[in-house]
Antibody, heavy 120, light 114 residues
Framework: QVHLVQSGAEVKKPGASVKVSCKAS????????LHWVRQAPGQGLEWMGL????????TYAQKFQDRVTMTRDTSTSTVYMELSSLRSDDTAIYYC?????????????WGQGTQVTVSS | QSVLTQPPSVSAAPGQKVTISCSGS????????VYWYQHLPGTAPKLLIF???KRPSGIPDRFSASKTGTSATLAITGLQTGDEADYYC???????????????FGTGTKVTVL
């Protein structure tokens, strides 16, 4: 059974960083790309980037290029998304999602979401 | 900042049909597959359509989609109360600044069942 289990809710102050994890199980970890998508309150879905767990290569949305880092730990089948220099408008639910092909967005399994709140 | 434009909302009575448009450009929809997602806030989005018009297993044929040029359309027939949700299109895009493709969602459309 495929599962993507994300870490728990975070509350951070402006300027801080947050690191959200997404632990995969039930499939071969290195065979699927992991993407990160977020939704801020009252806003639409926003794609942040992807990581290839096999080699660790990443592609980031231009908006987050300077602030996001996606990494993976193959020993624990976990990917991480770290966002730095947090602002209040980074308050959002962050999701990870998997897909088989690099150039596809047919995400078939998603994490449960992680609430990140940025507040002074 | 989305480059794919959707109507903010559409509505219809149960059993009726709604269509949602998604307008882009030659660098996104015009040269890439389109995907459609259903999203209830606070839950993970669900894939409805991939590769322009294909349904994953488990998605009823009440959901269909098409693409023409730089626009795409999602149709929901036999509307049910459970279809009330936000719907997003998405596709890959490439800007002149980067050789890598990135993904972009549409602005989202709220479907209301009257």
């Amino acid at each position: 059974q495929v599962h993507l289990v994300q870490s728990g809710a975070e509350v951070k102050k402006p300027g801080a960083s947050v690191k959200v994890s997404c632990k995969a199980s039930g499939y071969r970890f290195t065979s699927y790309y992991l993407h990160w998508v977020r939704q801020a309150p009252g806003q639409g879905l926003e794609w942040m980037g992807l990581i290839n767990p096999s080699g660790g290569s990443t592609t980031y949305a231009q908006k987050f290029q300077d602030r996001v880092t996606m990494t993976r730990d193959t020993s624990t089948s976990t990917v991480y998304m770290e966002l730095s220099s947090l602002r209040s408008d980074d308050t959002a639910i962050y999701y990870c999602a998997r897909v088989y092909s690099y150039d596809s967005a047919a995400w078939d399994f998603w994490g449960q979401g992680t609430q990140v709140t940025v507040s002074s | 900042q989305s480059v794919l434009t959707q109507p903010p909302s559409v509505s219809a009575a149960p059993g009726q049909k709604v269509t949602i448009s998604c307008s882009g450009s030659s660098s996104d929809i015009g040269s890439n597959y389109v995907y459609w997602y259903q999203h209830l806030p606070g839950t993970a989005p669900k894939l409805l359509i991939f590769d322009n018009n294909k349904r994953p297993s488990g998605i009823p044929d009440r959901f269909s989609a098409s693409k023409t040029g730089t626009s795409a359309t999602l149709a929901i027939t036999g509307l049910q109360t459970g279809d009330e949700a936000d719907y997003y299109c998405g596709t890959w895009t490439k800007t002149w600044e980067s050789s890598l493709s990135t993904y972009v969602f549409g602005t989202g459309t709220k479907v209301t069942v009257l």
